[in-house]
């Protein structure tokens, strides 16, 4: 077997898999950059999409083809690596056998690989004559072989990492990532910006919006999963910003300063609600005495509203930089 040796992921929580990945693939390579200095560049501490019925893919504001195989690979030139990104579905064994083929030769030349296997983003570590294995860190660590080329009617990706030379200056990546997250958010409920949004899916206050009608008739169905992923985002954004106050121009640490009170602001407004109705937690059901629907839908609107004015903080941090 071809593997990878120490090339792992922490994933902390389920919304967490992504960053865990490409973390530990950029540990692996020997590219320094910091969790939080990670979610915040590439948009993903910042960013929000609430789908049509609040299904449990309401995560994956960051995770879909456009983002992964357009943004997620420009704002992560600024970090020194580059992603080569290949969707490949069951029933297409030409991509299937393509997708294979590269990720042989991928490992084979020392690069990290990840991508959506069994419901999760994983880390692929490496390969036999019957399939590819998972890393310590995910769902299914330490298994397999499992293979790219006989699973009937699944839709898998894989992404390649690898180095790109040397990173932007701070600025730049702070900027670039800063102005993704000011776009994603201003297309609302379109979804339709420039291969960085998810047709059908809300974004920004909109998706804020989305998720308060749902909460004020007590549909729940992917609030667990949603509220999990975004609480622990916008912890990231408060660590990211800190950070930004060490490495970016004096002249904007007052805007950095009042961007990370308003996410903290965010913060306090949604762990209430992931101790209600986060992961594993039984919630009193809609309607009857003690049910914290209504106080779940009240955070949201203390989020939302803080989020909106946080965002015009970032451009305006954006514009200075």
Known sequence: MRKLENLTAEMTYVGDLQLGCMKGSLDYLGIEVSRPWLAGVTGQAFVIG????????????????????????RLGRNLGYELEYHRFDGRDPNRRAMAWERFQEAID???????YFNFCYQLYVGYDAEGFYIGDGATNAGQGPFSMLDVDGDSWNLCIVGPAGPSSDDRTAAKDGL??????????????????????????????????AFMDVGKESGTWRAIDHYVRCRELAVEFLAEAQLRL????????????????????DLWPIADAFGQGKQPIPFGESGSLHAEAADRLRSACDSETRALTV??????AL
């Not at 609430?50 to 690979?73: F, H, Q």
């Not at 970032?314 to 514009?319: D, V």
């Open 50 to 73: 609430i789908a049509p019925d609040i299904c449990l893919s309401s995560v994956s504001s960051c995770l879909e083809d456009e983002y992964a195989d357009g943004t997620m690979a």
């Open 179 to 212: 102005e993704f997250v000011i776009r994603h958010a201003r297309a609302g409920e379109v979804g339709d910006g420039p291969g960085e949004t998810q047709a059908g899916d809300a974004h920004g206050a909109e998706a804020y919006r989305r998720w308060i």
């Open 109 to 115: 030349a020392g690069r990290p690989c990840y991508g």
């Open 249 to 268: 121009p004096a002249d904007v640490d007052p805007l950095l300063r009042e961007a990370r009170r308003l996410y903290r602001s965010v913060c306090d």
């Open 314 to 319: 970032l451009e305006s941090i954006a514009e």
